[in-house]
């Protein structure tokens, strides 16, 4: 098969990409500058996609493919590293998971306290059906905002159909948990089962809702959900972002159990601007490469900056 062009979501946007079929595995290549390719939807494909990687990068040059570097990782909790190629740690927060109750017991009083607070406030909490009627209660936390944790959020102000479009994918090893206060929803949590863990996709709740502790009523009935199925762990995104760890959400994950799980990400060059690009850790983005401090005050400035901006 010959390299062709495909979609997929870029900061919120429908952005065209070459794409590559091998076997039954999608390859993508983002970038502009520095072209970098890798499985689609690398986080949710079940199996090991990439398999060898030498005969795998042979295929997608023998299609027809171009980029400066191939990407791919070893799925947890598989993490000793087994290649040669260039090599970064990430990272994963990861929740192990034996049952509810040991769970439970392990959080602080704190959080305890905020799950109960949801149940007496009215909230209730359940594994909900995709449908038309939960898309429109999904656009309307969508809409209550454009921005979220100081910065511009993607999904503001996008229409019905892209909602549904957007939240659609893995419909058959997705699960959705909906929060309710009497019949409006003001959170949601979408999972997509992947070789026996769950991964968390998307967690949001209303802000001006937040009396009720949404958020950690729903990561709760996760834990219950995956428990009930047998999941050995659940994992929610990255526990570290940009090497920030005074930022929120790491300490909101920190305190409902998850842990920080370093794997490996490979970078293999495929050209000179590669093995130059991989010499001096370019692949990996201006943050990763900033001391966290700086970090940190650039993410604040830009927080302080956006906030301007919206209340101007």
């Given at each position: 098969?010959?390299?062709?062009?495909?979609?997929?979501?870029?900061?919120?946007?429908?952005?065209?990409?070459?794409?590559?079929?091998?076997?039954?595995?999608?390859?993508?290549?983002?970038?502009?500058?520095?072209?970098?390719?890798?499985?689609?939807?690398?986080?949710?494909?079940?199996?090991?996609?990439?398999?060898?990687?030498?005969?795998?990068i042979?295929?997608?040059?023998?299609?027809?493919?171009?980029?400066?570097?191939?990407?791919?990782?070893?799925?947890?909790p598989d993490?000793?590293?087994?290649?040669?190629?260039?090599?970064?740690?990430?990272?994963?927060?990861?929740?192990?998971i034996?049952?509810?109750?040991?769970?439970?017991?392990?959080l602080?009083?704190?959080?305890?306290?905020?799950?109960?607070?949801?149940?007496?406030?009215?909230?209730?909490?359940?594994?909900?059906?995709?449908?038309?009627?939960?898309?429109?209660?999904?656009?309307?936390?969508?809409?209550?905002?454009?921005?979220?944790?100081?910065?511009?959020?993607?999904?503001?102000?996008?229409?019905?159909?892209?909602?549904?479009?957007?939240?659609?994918?893995?419909?058959?090893r997705?699960?959705?948990?909906?929060?309710?206060?009497?019949s409006?929803?003001?959170?949601?949590?979408?999972?997509?089962?992947?070789?026996?863990?769950?991964?968390?996709?998307q967690?949001?709740?209303?802000?001006?809702?937040?009396?009720?502790?949404?958020?950690?009523?729903?990561?709760?009935?996760?834990?219950?959900?995956?428990?009930?199925?047998?999941?050995?762990?659940?994992?929610?995104?990255?526990?570290?972002?940009?090497?920030?760890?005074?930022?929120?959400?790491?300490?909101?994950?920190?305190?409902?159990?998850?842990?920080?799980?370093?794997?490996?990400?490979?970078?293999?060059?495929?050209?000179?601007?590669g093995?130059?690009?991989?010499?001096?850790?370019?692949?990996?983005?201006?943050?990763?490469?900033?001391?966290?401090?700086?970090?940190?005050?650039?993410?604040?400035?830009?927080?302080?900056?956006?906030?301007?901006?919206?209340?101007?």
């Amino acid at each position: 098969m010959i390299e062709t062009q495909t979609q997929i979501s870029i900061r919120g946007k429908q952005t065209k990409v070459p794409l590559v079929q091998v076997g039954n595995v999608e390859l993508i290549t983002t970038g502009k500058w520095l072209k970098i390719a890798s499985v689609r939807d690398e986080d949710y494909c079940e199996g090991n996609p990439v398999g060898d990687p030498k005969g795998t990068i042979q295929r997608f040059k023998n299609a027809g493919g171009k980029a400066d570097i191939f990407s791919f990782f070893q799925r947890i909790p598989d993490v000793s590293p087994r290649y040669e190629y260039p090599m970064h740690w990430d990272n994963f927060a990861v929740l192990p998971i034996q049952n509810y109750s040991d769970w439970w017991a392990s959080l602080s009083q704190e959080t305890r306290r905020n799950v109960r607070l949801a149940g007496k406030r009215g909230l209730v909490v359940s594994g909900v059906k995709f449908s038309d009627d939960f898309v429109r209660g999904i656009m309307g936390i969508y809409n209550e905002t454009p921005l979220r944790q100081g910065r511009r959020f993607w999904h503001y102000g996008k229409d019905f159909e892209t909602v549904k479009r957007d939240n659609s994918s893995y419909a058959e090893r997705s699960q959705f948990i909906g929060a309710y206060c009497g019949s409006e929803l003001i959170g949601f949590i979408k999972m997509v089962y992947v070789d026996g863990l769950a991964s968390i996709m998307q967690i949001l709740s209303r802000t001006d809702q937040q009396d009720k502790r949404p958020t950690n009523a729903l990561h709760a009935k996760a834990v219950e959900i995956c428990a009930e199925k047998g999941v050995s762990n659940l994992v929610y995104c990255k526990y570290v972002y940009h090497k920030n760890h005074q930022d929120a959400l790491t300490e909101f994950k920190r305190r409902n159990g998850f842990k920080q799980m370093n794997y490996p990400r490979y970078f293999v060059p495929l050209t000179l601007k590669g093995r130059l690009a991989i010499a001096l850790k370019l692949q990996l983005g201006l943050l990763e490469m900033l001391p966290e401090g700086v970090v940190v005050a650039l993410l604040k400035a830009r927080a302080r900056y956006n906030s301007m901006l919206q209340q101007s």
